[in-house]
């Protein structure tokens, strides 16, 4: 049975709240980072030394090789402050929204009441996602995408005898390229960690339903945009039975064309962890379980 018109309005509001959930962790934690990282880098140039002209001449001497990496344990550390953990903290918090909105959901569509076996179920699946979002925001990539690159453009500064004017500049390359925050590779990071991980956990919930109450078929539904990617162009607005799924992964998967945007995975695993893999990472779409 297709969504009726209150499931759909409820799907609406679902959708709305993973954007918006997305939207609101990446915006706090990208100003909230910058903001804090240029205090530290301002410190740090003061501290080096520079000819008449204003041109950095550490590069004579080791000093500045001790201040360097203070300033990396002082960007590192600003991942850990109460500021930073503060956004991570109100996003894991939309999770509570999410799930409540999917049962809601599935009450008026499918007539479920009893949540205790999804409850079950979830916990573990949820602890998961929520740990690897932490890693990534706090240890992982967002080293590569924010601590190495301000390391580099400190260190070609002092190297090349830059001043401070064209380090700051540089800086800028890095934090706001062009003045776009939107194509900000720190602040994609962000806005890409924190999509897949609530928009997995949605799918989590859902793939966790099909299989806890038997629903046999999926409304997939959600964000179409400029680079959606082919599996999500043709099957936008449709409805997949899972007994249909193991011949269209095969398809799509065995396409290099076609597979672009999904993951890189066997037929079988797609197909038992569809609903939280769906499009592919940055998947802006949902699977939702009908009888």
């Known amino acids: 049975m297709p969504l009726s018109s209150r499931s759909k309005t409820i799907a609406d509001e679902l959708l709305k709240a993973l954007d918006t959930s997305v939207d609101n962790l990446t915006d706090t934690q990208f100003k909230q980072l910058i903001a804090a990282s240029e205090k530290v880098l301002a410190t740090y140039y003061d501290t080096l030394q520079r000819d008449k002209d204003g041109n950095i001449t550490e590069a004579e001497n080791t000093d500045w090789v001790k201040g360097l990496l203070e300033v990396e344990q002082k960007l590192l550390k600003l991942l850990t402050t109460?500021?930073?953990?503060?956004?991570?903290?109100?996003?894991?918090?939309?999770?509570?929204?999410?799930?409540?909105?999917?049962?809601?959901?599935?009450t008026t569509q499918n007539g479920i009441v009893d949540y205790k076996k999804l409850d079950d179920a979830l916990t573990p699946k949820q602890s998961f996602i929520?740990?690897?979002?932490?890693?990534?925001?706090?240890?992982?990539?967002?080293?590569?995408?924010?601590v190495e690159p301000t390391k580099?453009?400190?260190?070609?500064?002092?190297?090349?005898?830059?001043?401070?004017?064209?380090?700051?500049?540089?800086m800028d390359r890095i934090y706001t390229p062009n003045g776009e925050l939107e194509?900000?590779?720190?602040?994609?990071?962000?806005?890409?960690?924190?999509?897949?991980?609530?928009?997995?956990?949605?799918?989590?919930?859902?793939?966790?339903?099909?299989?806890?109450?038997?629903?046999?078929?999926?409304?997939?539904?959600?964000?179409?945009?400029?680079?959606?990617?082919?599996?999500?162009?043709?099957?936008?607005?449709?409805?997949?039975?899972?007994?249909?799924?193991?011949?269209?992964?095969?398809?799509?998967?065995?396409?290099?064309?076609?597979s672009q945007g999904m993951y890189k995975v066997p037929v079988s695993d797609y197909e038992a962890n569809f609903a939280a893999y769906r499009g592919g990472w940055n998947c802006r779409h949902i699977a939702i379980p009908l009888r």
């Not at 580099?152 to 540089?170: D, F, P, Y």
């Not at 609530?198 to 997939?220: P, R, V, W």
Request: hydrophobic residues 35%; proline residues 1%.
């Open 82 to 106: 109460a500021s930073y953990n503060k956004g991570i903290t109100e996003y894991f918090s939309d999770f509570d929204t999410i799930l409540k909105l999917n049962k809601e959901l599935q």
């Open 130 to 146: 929520k740990d690897k979002v932490l890693f990534e925001l706090k240890q992982g990539g967002i080293k590569k995408v924010f």
């Open 152 to 170: 580099q453009v400190l260190l070609n500064a002092i190297s090349l005898g830059w001043s401070i004017e064209e380090t700051r500049k540089e």
């Open 183 to 258: 194509r900000n590779a720190i602040r994609s990071y962000m806005q890409q960690i924190a999509r897949d991980a609530i928009y997995s956990y949605n799918g989590t919930i859902n793939g966790t339903i099909a299989q806890e109450y038997g629903l046999e078929k999926y409304s997939y539904i959600g964000g179409v945009v400029s680079d959606t990617r082919p599996f999500c162009q043709k099957y936008h607005g449709t409805i997949i039975a899972k007994k249909d799924l193991n011949e269209i992964l095969t398809v799509y998967l065995g396409s290099p064309t076609l």
